[in-house]
């Protein structure tokens, strides 16, 4: 087995990496960006073409790039954006554009329905009944796309998270399956057991015939045949949901480690071991990863703008042309003086942990006629950085010791971002010298797989690049202090 290849499919797009099977170094990577659909105000849609092409495109890029013989991958790992929600039918053919995880569609359903369940999805699934979660959008497809009834009536209707989409367009519909800490985002699966819940697909009226068999994170989830990118016979060994693997990428295998991914959202996941543990503070329960038996779960805050309100300012107000300007541009603020009231809220799809508010909407306030673009690309980094710290505070409450944070994501290299993070929290930010770490957990759960590595031994592979510690600035106890009355007063 000379090279790994690991397929991260993420929300923008899916991006392809090449890795060294016996250094696990990354030799190469691709890729392919795909078009959002927006079709009403709130809702959000992925063409499920779209996402293959993508794959296709950023698959075949990697491999001719790096000039090897596909033949020579040994294993493929699959990390995916998770709640996003699929439809189609058992031969892969497309009933619905996917609804997207920040799709809010589904906020009244959740609210006539929260009275009776919310609790017992709490207890059951770890999550609350947002929109945000798959159960919901399922529900919908049921309830609203012609072409999903006829399925389901026909017995010929597949329900799923990205991840079985793509095993079962590349196993040509052999394989139907996920695994748990993707099956824990559905609000269908049960925390304790990691199977589906009869009394949550009850509630839900979903049937399990349409759902796939939930699989441990490290093991055969099918070989490839006639998917067209790839030759027949190479094995799926790895599957994690894009946060999952960015947990496991980063090492993050000790009870009290925390990593915090900076993409188009934000999310912390915080290990706890084999302890389930139920938030008191607004935090998700999820499943970690699974294997040999040992069921792993994780604490998780939920920000769910980070980059795209870096996005916002360079598409929509014009204010930089690229996004890696907004550093420049924020860095033109050397007074903090000028800052203490002005707050970028970037809660264009809502607010996630500790609130759930899935009605929020965006907000710039505390502007003088003083305030330039250079104030506002600060607030806005700031606002992403707040956003995050209230995960932060929940995780502080919720468990007794938290390890330092260990950062990836695009935004990740941002000095400034990355300086205010650890500003706000007062906890050490890590950030490693691999930051595509969603693919290189999933690469590295391959060799777990195969019994080639160990999950203690996965400290070995990860280098620090640069640290940040914190300051004790006065200035950012007084903007956290504004950014909580401020959330109280617009948004409670």
């Known amino acids: 087995m000379n090279y790994l290849l690991a397929i991260d499919q993420g929300t923008t797009g899916t991006t392809a990496l090449i890795i060294d099977a016996k250094t696990l170094k990354v030799l190469n990577k691709e890729k392919s960006d795909y078009r959002q659909i927006y079709p009403k105000p709130g809702w959000v849609e992925h063409d499920l073409n779209d996402i293959w092409e993508s794959v296709s495109i950023a698959v075949g890029s990697v491999i001719k ?83 999903v009834k006829v399925a389901a009536d026909r017995k010929d209707l597949c329900l799923s998270t990205v991840d079985t989409f793509l095993v079962h367009r590349l196993t040509d519909g052999k394989s139907y399956v996920t695994e748990a800490s993707n099956a824990s985002r559905t609000m269908l699966m049960n925390l304790e057991t990691f199977n589906w819940d009869s009394e949550l697909l009850s509630f839900f009226d979903i049937s399990r015939e349409f759902l796939p068999e939930i699989r441990e994170s490290f093991t055969n989830f099918g070989e490839t045949k006639n998917c067209g990118i790839l030759p ?21 295998v ?25 938030s008191t503070t607004g935090l998700l329960t999820t499943a970690a990863y699974s294997f040999r038996g040992h069921k792993v779960y994780a604490l998780e805050g939920s920000a769910y ?15 930089i042309k690229s996004s890696p300007e907004v550093s420049e541009l924020a860095a033109q603020v050397t007074d903090l003086s000028q800052m203490e009231h002005v707050l ?74 990355m300086q205010m993070q650890a500003n706000f929290s007062q906890k050490t930010i890590l950030r490693p010298q691999v930051i595509d ?56």
């Open 65 to 147: 790039r790096t000039k090897i013989d596909p033949k020579q991958i040994g294993a493929i790992g699959i990390t995916n954006q998770r709640e996003t929600t699929c439809a189609y039918n058992k031969k892969g053919a497309p009933l619905h554009h996917a609804i997207v995880w920040q799709d809010r569609r589904t906020a009244a359903y959740c609210e006539e329905h929260s009275a009776k369940y919310m609790e017992v999805c709490r207890k059951k699934t770890g999550l609350p009944l947002d929109p945000y979660f798959s159960g919901t959008k399922m529900r919908w497809f049921l309830d609203h796309v012609p072409a």
């Open 437 to 492: 770490t969603t693919a290189f957990g999933v690469a590295v759960g391959c060799l777990v797989g195969r019994g080639e590595v160990s999950i203690e031994d996965m400290g070995r592979y990860w280098k620090l690049e640069k640290e940040f510690t914190p300051e004790k600035n006065p200035y950012y106890g007084k903007k956290k202090n504004l950014w909580d009355e401020t959330i109280k007063r617009l948004y409670l």
């Open 344 to 417: 970028f809220m970037p809660f264009f799809t809502g607010i996630g942990t500790p609130y759930w508010n899935s009605h929020a909407k965006a907000a710039i306030v505390g502007l003088t006629r003083d305030t330039h673009n250079g104030h506002i690309a600060r607030a806005c980094l700031e606002g992403i950085a707040l956003s995050l710290n209230d995960s932060v505070s929940s995780f502080k409450k919720d468990f007794p010791h938290l390890n330092d944070i260990r950062v990836d994501g695009g935004a990740a290299a941002n000095d400034i971002l």
């Open 254 to 278: 000790r009870v009290g480690d925390i990593k915090s991914t900076y993409g188009t959202g934000a999310f912390l996941l915080l290990n706890t071991g084999e302890k389930l543990i139920h």
């Open 305 to 319: 703008i980070a980059g795209a309100a870096v996005q916002w300012l360079r598409d929509n107000l014009k204010s």
């Open 232 to 252: 027949d016979g190479i094995p799926i060994l790895s599957i994690l949901g894009d946060q999952q693997a960015a947990l496991f990428g980063q090492a993050c």
